[in-house]
């Protein structure tokens, strides 16, 4: 494996072999890099610099303030240009390693610059696929002896999100507002009570389709650029009555957290794994082969009392009953068209057992069983000025790779 001459301490979640995608601003401009060890490659002042072969892409799509342009290019477009980045930083490449004034213009330390959001998302969706979170809620809130409702097993349950309340990694989230019903009363309008945060993936579409045009599931992975940690979060008691007939509405547009660097599907091809078996079979254009990937995940949350954070859930990707691979196919079977930008969300991760539960809601179950922390405090649910941070990270042999973190706090509500 090519190792970087630029030093990457082992474990780190950005060695040469990763090289996520993100926008950055940097003394007042805003720029597209990789990410390599703890600095960033600009590689909007490489393309302008022309630095970038001229066969490489074709047109200028770096000096811009979102991912979109670059993605749109397609699979090959980001093939080549991942496999330039990684020869022009490899130890044995001179022509950077040994160009100190080059350097000091395009590798800038990640410390120094401001994160922003990696893409311009115009929609959002977000499913329901993990046969544990959706067991789980089942028990809870249905009918313990029949959890899953008749169709979960048959296509992945999904919903369309608010694509404009995104945000990236830092951005605080204030707590919501909404009608709650509690008992036999009439609702009253108030803030939640139970602010809740599910840990996801998000996969992010490069390419999409016509409208009319379904795309089918041997092609899926050819549209998707790359993945992201997602924290959804969740109004819980707003949720619950407003959901029936049509689902969720403002206990979950208020707000979703990405992190800022994609990691593109290239480099998770290594941690690709068969998914849960699907009974009863689904129906042939949901039939798939592998799509899933050995991701840990890991969910913290730290108080204004703690001086850390508190792991409290640790989850894996490779749970998910419904793939993203399906998921895609899905939403565009009926000639849905997705677009470059568009992020999906895989739905809460959850695992077999209580700690790999990937929500409050299932980790407290219902309120019945307190989230205990470090400082003697309890949780339920988020209180004002708690901050939760998502993490995530693949592992197989001596490769590692991550995802960075999705981090927020909660402010009170207006």
């Known amino acids: 494996m090519k190792k970087s001459f630029i030093e990457v ?16 601003e940097y003394r007042n401009r805003v720029a597209i890099g990789v990410a ?4 960033v490659l600009d590689l909007t002042a490489m393309e302008s610099k022309g630095l970038l072969p001229e066969n490489l892409i074709g047109k200028k799509v770096f000096n811009q303030n979102s991912l979109n342009a670059f993605m749109a290019t397609g699979k090959e477009c980001w093939k080549k240009t991942r496999e330039f980045i990684q020869n022009m930083l490899d130890s044995e490449n001179s022509s950077l390693r040994d160009n100190q004034e080059l350097r000091a213009e395009i590798l800038i330390p990640q410390k120094e610059v401001i994160v922003k959001m990696p893409v311009r998302a115009r929609g959002y969706t977000d499913f329901y696929s993990s046969i544990e979170h959706a067991t789980n809620l089942g028990k809870m809130f249905r009918d313990p002896a029949n959890p899953l409702l008749p169709n979960w097993r048959h296509l992945p349950i999904g919903y369309d999100g608010r694509a404009s309340a995104i945000v990236v990694s830092g951005t605080k989230i204030r707590r919501p507002k909404g009608q ?17 945060t599910e840990i996801e993936l998000g996969f992010i579409i490069g390419t999409g389709n016509q409208l009319g045009s379904p795309i089918d599931i041997k092609s899926v992975l050819d549209h998707i650029f790359g993945a992201v940690i997602l924290l959804d979060w969740s109004a819980r008691d707003i949720q619950r009555y407003e959901y029936v007939p049509l689902g969720p509405f403002l206990g979950k547009n208020f707000g979703t957290t990405i992190s800022p660097w994609v990691v593109t599907m290239d480099a998770l091809q290594p941690f690709s794994v068969d ?4 009974t009863p079979e689904p129906l042939p254009y949901l039939q798939r082969k592998t799509s899933n990937f050995d991701i840990e995940i890991s969910l913290a949350i730290k108080t204004e009392k703690m001086s850390d954070y508190q792991e409290i859930a640790n989850t894996n990707y490779k749970h998910m009953y419904w793939d993203i691979s399906q998921q895609v196919t899905h939403h565009a079977s009926n000639g849905c068209n997705l677009e470059s930008g568009d992020i999906l969300g895989t739905g809460t991760i959850s695992g077999p057992t209580p700690s790999s539960y990937g929500s409050m809601v299932e980790l407290n179950w219902n309120s019945t069983i307190p989230i205990k922390l470090n400082s003697g405090e309890e949780r339920f649910y988020l209180a004002d000025y708690d901050s939760m941070k998502a993490v995530a990270v693949a592992k197989k042999d001596d490769l590692c790779i991550g995802f960075g973190q999705a981090e927020t706090t909660v402010l009170p509500a207006i």
Do not use: M, R, S
């Open 36 to 39: 390599i060890g703890d600095w």
């Open 275 to 278: 998914g849960p078996q699907q």
């Open 9 to 24: 301490p082992k474990n780190h979640p950005f060695p040469l072999y990763n090289l996520p995608y993100g926008v950055f």
């Open 180 to 196: 709650v019903k509690i008992g036999a009363a009439d609702p009253i309008y108030t803030e939640t009570k139970q602010f809740d």
